[in-house]
């Protein structure tokens, strides 16, 4: 089983593999439009926080590209747009409005032509080649907190969804931190939760330990306690979608089971996630707006109906982890333990 890119921008066009297809088949896409972008976004043929905000970037690119006259309202609304694709992700929106001020920061020096869209390309896999290095650090810090806590003993961790190179693109955020931790000969085991309604843990995370060759075995969100109770778990590692001032952590819905049970059984519960998945202007998980996914995803399964015609079904695609949960979260500034609100702006914003 060899290692797939995720994310591929090659001859102006972005190259997207259908996860929804994986592990079955392998099926690429060629987005060559801001709108077809967004319908990649939209019905998850891309996935993962720091995925979606590349495939945003890439998207706006493509934009600049098919429009090399714009008025700057044309821009912003193009941006606005493309933010309607998925809501809680605060990495769409960041990357989108990142990419609109660079923009506009060119153009107060340049005019308008090939050089802008060469100028927007460049900056875009410049961020991968960021995060692929930021989030390396994480997963040192993450070897180092587990270090200082567990000594040099192979571990057995935990995960939920997917967080690996499938979510992220160059290196994953906890599930990177993870096959960090492996590649120092540290990990005895990983139980990935398997993740309804699309299974991201089942297929994706699962896939991804396989290509690793990382020992792991599947479980159901409802198996959460009796791993902890049987003490199969040392420790949790998730990823996140947004990060409001108080360190509360929206993240694929069950994260909040998880670090619930996980609390009861004192098994360290952590957060990896880049500084881009931060909302400082929220104060609270309150805020946060929860997406909710057609029904459709939970009353069938594989593409067959599973519930009775008359049923209906409520489908949070995420739920809010409180900070009183997490032992820690990792971001490439550092680890934050202290979540008042001018400690978390303090690291994240590097001061």
């Not at 001859?11 to 060559?32: S, V």
């Not at 587990?146 to 057995?156: A, H, M, Q, V, Y």
């Not at 982890?321 to 994240?348: A, M, Q, R, W």
Request: charge should be negative; aromatic fraction near 8%; charged fraction near 25%.
């Amino acid at each position: 089983m060899n290692k797939v890119e995720p994310l591929v921008w090659k001859n102006n066009t972005l190259i997207l593999i259908d996860q929804r297809e994986l592990p079955g088949k392998e099926i690429f896409h060629d987005i060559k439009t801001l709108k077809e972008t967004h319908e990649a976004i939209n019905v998850m043929i891309v996935r993962g926080a720091p995925l979606i905000g590349f495939t945003a970037l890439f998207g706006m690119v493509l934009w600049l590209k098919n429009h090399p006259h714009f008025q700057q309202q044309e821009l912003k609304d193009a941006g606005s747009f493309l933010k309607t694709a998925r809501p809680t992700a605060v990495n769409l929106a960041y990357e989108v409005d990142r990419l609109i001020l660079k923009v506009e920061e060119f153009l107060e020096k340049n005019d308008q032509g090939p050089a802008l869209f060469e100028f927007a390309e460049n900056f875009a896999k410049a961020q991968m080649e960021k995060l692929y290095q930021d989030n390396l650090s994480m997963a040192k810090l993450a070897a180092i907190e587990l270090e200082d806590k567990f000594g040099d003993r192979k571990l057995n961790l935990m995960t939920l969804c997917n967080t690996g190179f499938l979510a992220c693109g160059p290196m994953g955020t906890a599930l990177g931190a993870i096959e960090y931790y492996h590649s120092l000969g540290r990990v005895s085991h990983v139980y990935a939760s398997e993740t309804r309604p699309y299974l991201q843990g089942g297929r994706l995370t699962a896939y991804e330990l396989s290509v690793s060759q990382i020992p792991h075995s599947v479980t159901v969100e409802g198996a959460f306690s009796y791993l902890m109770r049987e003490k199969l778990v040392d420790a949790i590692f998730i990823g996140a979608d947004r990060i409001v001032s108080n360190g509360d952590t929206a993240n694929k819905v069950g994260s909040s089971t998880l670090a619930i049970v996980a609390k009861h059984y004192g098994v360290p519960f952590y957060v990896v996630a880049p500084t881009s998945s931060f909302d400082l202007s929220s104060g609270t998980g309150y805020e946060i707006d929860i997406e909710l996914r057609p029904e459709e995803e939970v009353l069938g399964a594989m593409g067959m109906r599973i519930c009775p015609e008359k049923s209906k079904a409520l489908n949070p695609s995420f739920d809010v982890t409180s900070s009183s949960l997490i032992e820690g979260i990792f971001c490439e500034k550092g680890l934050i333990k202290d979540y008042d609100p001018k400690n978390v702006h303090k690291i994240v914003k590097g001061e």
